[in-house]
């Protein structure tokens, strides 16, 4: 998710859609952080800051400054894509920077599939359906794992295999906070389509 670092105006919020990890995923999480500290016994990255379990998520869209009038009617609308949409996985293939190599951030990126792109698919119809512009960059699925000023430049992408369940939606609001950005999850429910 990008960051911006704007004031928001009164009477909205920065809102984003996303999938709360289960707690077998924050502890490959965790496992994947701690391989990382071990490896970085110097301060090669020594400003690194390490997402904690409350702000870990898998984004599906950025909404972005959202009017908070529309949060019911974003809610309403993610409980219809929730009934309509089976729990599905999606396979955590490597741990790199993200998006590029010299990134500042650190995620743990997926491979896409045909259910995880259904599901992304739905949220950008709902940005559509309430006049939003979805971002036009291809999907890359991913959690965030890590920050640092400095970027992540010479960090060798590491290869996992880990197949996560995805089994609810939530929208999520972010709030920025001197030690960065605080997601609050404002609704969440269970995919439930049999």
């Known amino acids: ?42 301060d090669r990255f020594g400003d690194t800051r390490w997402t904690s379990h409350g702000n870990r998520h898998l984004t599906l869209a950025f909404l972005g400054e959202t009017p908070d009038g529309q949060t019911a009617r974003i809610e309403d609308r993610l409980q219809q894509i929730a009934a309509q949409q089976p729990p599905c996985e999606a396979r955590i293939v490597a741990l790199q920077p ?54 992540f430049a010479g960090f060798e992408p590491l290869a996992t295999d880990f197949v996560l369940r995805l089994d609810n939606i939530a929208l999520y609001q972010s709030h920025l906070a001197a030690g960065g950005s605080q997601y609050l999850p404002l609704y969440e429910t269970p995919l439930a389509a049999t």
């Open 1 to 42: 998710m990008r960051q911006d670092r704007r004031k928001i105006p009164p009477g909205f919020s920065r809102l984003f859609i996303g999938v709360r990890p289960d707690a077998r995923t924050q502890q490959f999480l965790d496992e994947l952080a701690n391989h990382c500290r071990q490896r970085w016994r110097t």
């Open 98 to 151: 993200f998006p590029q190599r010299r990134s500042r951030l650190l995620a743990a990126e997926m491979l896409p599939n045909p259910d995880l792109d259904r599901l992304h698919g739905a949220c950008r119809r709902l940005m559509i359906d309430l006049g939003m512009k979805p971002e036009s960059a291809t999907y890359r699925p991913h959690i965030t794992l890590a920050r640092t000023r400095g970027g």
